[in-house]
Nanobody
Framework: QVQLVESGGGLVQFGGSLRLSCGAS????????MGWYRQAPGKQRELVAR???????NYADSVKGRFLISRDNAKNTVYLQMNSLKPEDTAVYYC????????????????WGQGTQVTVSS
C-alpha cells in the first residue's frame, strides 16, 4: 500500500503565501511524476502543477509566476509554494503521484492524498 499525506493548508489573506507538502510512504519501488490538483466548490478538479522525477515542471496558466512546485526524491515528498494568493485560489488541494509499488509489479499506479483546504480571504 502507498499513502500520500498532505499538510500546509489553511486560511490566508489576499496576497499571502502558503506552502503545501505531500509525503509518500509505504511500499514504494519508485515514484515518477508528482503533482498538485485542486477542486473548488461546484467545479471540476483541475491541474495546478506537476513535476517529473527529473525535475521538469508544468503549471496551469492561472498560477504561472505565482506558484512553484518542487520535490525531494530522497524524502518522496513534493511541495507547492504558493505566493500572491487570490480568492480564486480557494479550493481543496490534492496531491497526486504516479507510483510503481514495491510488489513485483512493473506497472505504476495513480495515488491521491486526502486533500487539504486552502482558503484565501479578500
Amino acid at each position: 500500500q502507498v499513502q500520500l499525506v498532505e499538510s500546509g493548508g489553511g486560511l490566508v489573506q489576499f496576497g499571502g503565501s502558503l506552502r503545501l507538502s505531500c509525503g509518500a510512504s509505504g511500499s514504494i519501488f519508485t515514484i515518477y511524476g508528482m503533482g498538485w490538483y485542486r477542486q473548488a466548490p461546484g467545479k471540476q478538479r483541475e491541474l495546478v502543477a506537476r513535476i517529473t522525477s527529473s525535475g521538469i515542471t508544468n503549471y496551469a496558466d492561472s498560477v504561472k509566476g505565482r506558484f512553484l512546485i518542487s520535490r525531494d526524491n530522497a524524502k518522496n515528498t513534493v511541495y507547492l509554494q504558493m505566493n500572491s494568493l487570490k480568492p480564486e485560489d480557494t479550493a481543496v488541494y490534492y496531491c497526486n503521484a504516479d507510483v510503481r509499488p514495491n510488489d513485483g509489479s512493473t506497472r505504476s499506479r495513480d495515488y491521491w492524498g486526502q486533500g487539504t483546504q486552502v482558503t484565501v480571504s479578500s
